[in-house]
């Protein structure tokens, strides 16, 4: 099993910054990329952004290009997601998850493990 914690959500105004934070412990793989996603309230959840945990390949949603950075650490397991120029349309909860293996990096069934999410909350 891996178990992910997520920390770093909070109220922000608009135009503000919040970094998230993933740590993952647990089984290791060989071959795993680990996301963000998010669900606004009344929303379905969707991709945020992904990122290669062995070679570093990103992708992001177009709603967050240029405005967002997912990173990871290796040393500590961690993976982030810096949120720069927040609006209230990225109001949410943010999940990181790990897929292990092959499949869409953006399609949320991919994804094998879940964190209990943190809550961003962009104020007008």
């Known amino acids: 099993q891996v178990q992910l914690v997520e920390s770093g959500g909070g109220l922000v105004q608009a135009g503000g910054s919040l970094r998230l934070s993933c740590a993952a412990s647990g089984r290791t793989f060989s071959r795993y990329d680990m996301g963000w996603f998010r669900q606004a309230p009344g929303q379905e959840r969707e991709f945020v952004a992904a990122?290669?945990?062995?070679?570093?390949?990103?992708l992001y949603a177009d709603s967050v290009k240029g405005r967002f950075t997912i990173s990871r650490d290796s040393a500590k397991n961690t993976v982030y997601l810096q949120m720069n120029s927040l609006t209230p349309e990225d109001t949410g909860v943010y999940y990181c998850a790990v897929k292990v293996g092959a499949g869409s990096v953006a399609t949320e069934s991919e994804y094998q493990y879940w964190g209990q999410g943190t809550q961003v909350t962009v104020s007008s």
């Open positions: 990122v290669n945990w062995r070679y570093g390949n990103t």
